[in-house]
């Protein structure tokens, strides 16, 4: 992402000037990237083999069916003329019906992210609650038993992909102790018990194979930083317990860098639903963008990847919106 | 015992609930035939028997079926299931705009009769002794009328007369059933409610087995079907079918369309190390589509048997003759273990001076690059069937859009039509073997192992005593405890 901010050299903007201005300049951006993402998508799934006819029409299709139904999906048209009438749609509001299943692409996307956004928030949640606590004290005691093992399991979590956690956990909590459902998805809406029995292993292999050790092993180093800074030798000379130090001086200008990876994450997540939504048999995005890959239902699959093109612009507007906040000398830029 | 809530776990979604859509009776589309039933069912020896439909007889020269319907049938709206309603679903099979994926196997109805309200007439082209057998299929899964109507959504929106009606669908997650109160069989089906829920990873599916989240689900490969019966809790219903992999060679051009070629390739393959390599042992081994308990199998149906040097001399003699390298493409789908054969297969035919280039491929393009032709060499299923006219023939018969391979063999094509128009069974066994030892010795393509379907379920369910390879009866499924 990118983070247009100046440090200190600027007198500070009145907080909600700054966002307004900060809100204008990514309405641009999102449009922007939005024409780009769906351009560059446009054009990489024109390029994969395969025809969705076949999906449709099934095994027996003969080539003059196949021609016709290309005819009749627009699909013999050249790829602009296909773009430009996909923008047009979109502009009215119509992102298209799949290919396959008739299903309007709106509903398809909508129906399914609020599986993917709760299992991205426990996902986050579960990583940040676990590696802040666990990096401030490694950081205290730098050098020390906690901090070599706690390092050591990040290492080692940072090298794990999602699917061997995902397995690893399957086995362990879903056939060995029967603890846990192994597939399955409980709305919210239908059970909270159900809904939290069934996000709890799908979230924690999600968290546990980047964000977790990533988190962790940035703000490990950022805190040492910190703690070698002249104003945390004069808090201790003042006489300030180590864990007011801690917790007041240290972890909010040590959280800079954590906030910026905490949005980037989050569109690398998004990627990690796609293994994690299959094996564990969630209706989320990532299994809607696998199976409309498997059968090249492309509107679906553009519908898909322009949402998720919009989300990450969004949540790293709301990325850049909290940099004030926790820093008062950063502000953003007014142009 | 009556009652009781059964999870299925399937390798995949539903498309639509419309029987336009669907292909095939894999497990992917088993919710289809707890909704709608069919009209007949197929035994494990090929037969017909009596469902919906209470008969189905052919005239003497076989070119026209009439079929009896139960009376008092009621689709899940009430509506009456009768010969108009069959009709309409025929109609809209054949209707061009829909493109049906059943129209291929439909295309010799010229014209229906409804004789009464229970009874219609189904006129043909040509004689087909086997038509019955198409209302075992998807061609037998009767919707109601009122859903056959531009604008409704038959995708989502099932009505038919089978034992269960359709509660919600979520995609990707789940489909739930409940039972049809009014179903025609009375004391069916067992279950209160039937899910159905997709896990598409088959080693997550085998956990989810174990860990009880699901409590059936169907597997075609060895591997799993082995993890599922070393469960106690578990038990597995699995058999070799008929059909199974085979390597399809397009004979209309290049190497290929000389028969040494072929003959050679089947030469080539050690079956035993293919066997040991990459089934564990346990393959079984396929001279033709038939499995050894066929009435259809021969054992000694002319398939060629391995040996390196006729192989080896077969592609040297037509070097020369050419005075090319027989050098070819094999596609295989882009999965490890089609992978794993291709190398195994590419090693094999090296020692016989034959140069392999794999390709692999993703699942989406198998279909073009099958259909326009665009391949030498590629490994395919030929899903398990009971009955061979269509679900064998359609590989193989000259016309047939899916024959793959190109081959053209007025013989084969003969023993087809003969096992489709003979009504005396002796005659079509013979008619059937001959097509065995025609495949077998003209080579459209190259068989190795029939392949294995299993049901792994809880041992607290039964299946029923009518369930096939590839096709459960819902109504007949309950728990024992």
Redesign the interface.
């Known amino acids: 992402m990118t983070v247009s901010t100046t440090i200190g050299t600027r007198r500070a903007a009145r907080p909600g000037r700054s966002v307004m201005t900060a809100l204008r300049r990514r309405g641009g951006h999102l449009l922007a990237v939005l024409l780009l993402v769906s351009l560059g998508s446009f054009l990489m799934l024109d390029l994969?083999?395969?025809?969705?006819s076949?999906?449709?029409?099934?095994?027996?299709?003969?080539?003059e069916?196949?021609a016709a139904?290309h005819h009749e999906l627009n699909l013999d048209r050249a790829l602009p003329v296909r773009y430009g009438m996909w923008l047009e749609d979109l502009v009215r509001g119509d992102l298209g019906h799949s290919y396959?299943?008739?299903?309007s692409t709106f509903d398809?996307v909508t129906?399914?992210i609020p599986?993917t956004l709760e299992l991205i928030i426990v996902s986050q949640l579960l990583a940040l609650v676990l590696a802040v606590p666990a990096a401030i004290y490694a950081a205290y005691r730098r050098g020390r038993v906690f901090d070599r093992l706690a390092a050591g399991a990040a290492f080692g979590l940072i090298s794990a992909p999602p699917f061997v956690l995902a397995?690893a956990f399957?086995?362990l909590f879903?056939?060995k102790f029967?603890l846990l459902?192994?597939?399955?998805?409980t709305p919210l809406s239908d059970s909270l018990t159900g809904n939290a029995r069934s996000v709890v292993l799908p979230a924690f292999a999600l968290a546990l194979s980047g964000p977790l050790p990533t988190y962790f092993r940035l703000l490990r180093s950022d805190m040492i930083d910190t703690l070698q800074q002249d104003y945390i030798s004069m808090a201790k000379a003042k006489g300030l317990s180590d864990r007011y130090i801690l917790a007041r001086h240290a972890l909010r200008p040590s959280s800079v860098s954590l906030v910026t990876l905490t949005g980037v994450q989050i569109g690398r997540m998004l990627g990690g639903t796609v293994v994690i939504e299959?094996?564990?048999?969630?209706?989320?995005l990532g299994?809607?963008i696998?199976?409309s890959l498997?059968?090249?239902d492309l509107i679906v699959l553009q519908g898909a990847v322009l949402f998720i093109a919009v989300a990450c612009v969004l949540i790293n507007t709301a990325v850049d919106l909290v940099y004030p906040i926790l820093d008062p000398r950063v502000h953003h830029v007014g142009r | 015992m009556q009652g009781g809530d059964l999870t299925v776990?399937t390798s995949?979604?539903l498309?639509?609930f419309d029987p336009a859509?669907i292909?095939g009776f894999g497990t992917l589309v088993h919710p289809l035939l707890a909704v709608y039933d069919t009209l007949l069912r197929l035994n494990a020896d090929g037969t017909v028997r009596p469902n919906m439909a209470a008969s189905m007889k052919p005239s003497t020269d076989f070119t026209m079926w009439t079929m009896q319907l139960n009376a008092g049938i009621r689709f899940s709206d009430g509506s009456v299931l009768d010969a108009a309603a069959v009709k309409a679903n025929i109609d809209r099979h054949l209707d061009k705009s829909v493109?049906s994926?059943s129209?291929?196997l439909l295309a010799g109805v010229t014209e229906m009769t409804i004789e009464d309200p229970t009874t219609i007439t189904f006129h043909l082209s040509s004689p087909d002794v086997a038509f019955d057998s198409l209302f075992t299929l998807q061609p037998g899964l009767i919707a109601a009328p009122s859903t056959l109507v531009a604008g409704y959504?038959l995708?989502?929106k099932p009505i038919g007369a089978g034992p269960f009606v359709l509660q919600s669908w979520?995609?990707?997650?789940?489909m739930k059933l409940s039972r049809n109160t009014d179903y025609w069989q009375s004391g069916l089906p067992y279950l209160d409610t039937l899910t159905f829920?997709?896990?598409?990873?088959t080693?997550?599916?085998v956990?989810?087995l174990?860990?009880?989240?699901?409590q059936l689900s169907s597997f075609i490969d060895q591997t799993s079907i082995d993890s599922a019966t070393d469960d106690k809790d578990l038990a597995v219903d699995a058999e070799y079918g008929n059909g199974g992999d085979v390597l399809f060679l397009n004979s209309r051009s290049g190497p290929l369309s000389d028969l040494r070629v072929r003959t050679a390739l089947a030469q080539g393959l050690d079956l035993d190390a293919m066997n040991q390599v990459l089934f564990g042992g346990k393959m079984n081994v396929a001279n033709g589509p038939f499995t050894t308990d066929s009435p259809y199998y021969v054992a000694d149906n002319g398939y060629p048997t391995f040996d390196v040097s006729a192989a080896k001399a077969a592609i040297d003699a037509y070097q020369s003759e050419t005075g090319q390298k027989v050098s070819l493409e094999l596609a295989v789908n882009n999965v490890p273990d089609r992978i794993q054969l291709a190398q195994l297969l590419q090693s094999m035919w090296q020692a016989i001076d034959v140069e392999i280039t794999i390709t692999p491929?993703?699942?989406?393009?198998v279909?073009?690059r099958?259909?326009?032709a665009n391949f030498q060499i590629a490994v395919r299923n030929i899903p398990t069937f009971t009955e061979p006219e269509p679900l064998l023939s359609?590989w193989f018969y000259g016309s047939s859009?899916?024959n793959f391979s190109g081959l053209v063999s007025p013989q084969l094509d003969a023993a087809f039509d003969s096992g489709r128009t003979s009504s005396d069974s002796a005659d079509r066994v013979s008619a059937y073997q001959e097509v065995s030892r025609q495949l077998a010795t003209t080579l459209p393509v190259l068989w190795y192992a029939h392949g294995v379907r299993g049901y792994a379920h809880s041992v607290k369910l039964t299946l029923g005593p009518d369930n096939l390879q590839n096709v459960l009866w819902y109504e007949e499924i309950g728990f024992t405890s």
């Not at chain 2, 979520?170 to 789940?174: A, G, H, K, M, V």
């Not at chain 2, 491929?361 to 393009?365: F, G, Q, S, V």
């Open positions: 994969l083999p395969g025809d969705p076949y999906a449709i029409l099934g095994d027996t299709a003969t080539p069916q196949v139904l396959r299943t008739g299903q398809a129906e399914r599986t397995v399957i086995f879903a056939v029967r459902p192994a597939t399955g998805w299959t094996l564990f048999a969630l209706p989320g299994r809607l696998t199976t498997a059968a090249r | 776990g995949g979604e498309v639509s859509k292909s493109k994926q129209a291929s959504d995708d989502s979520q995609r990707d997650s789940e829920r997709p896990v598409p990873d080693l997550t599916r956990s989810s174990k860990s009880g989240d699901i491929l993703d699942p989406a393009e279909s073009a099958f259909s326009s359609r859009p899916l």
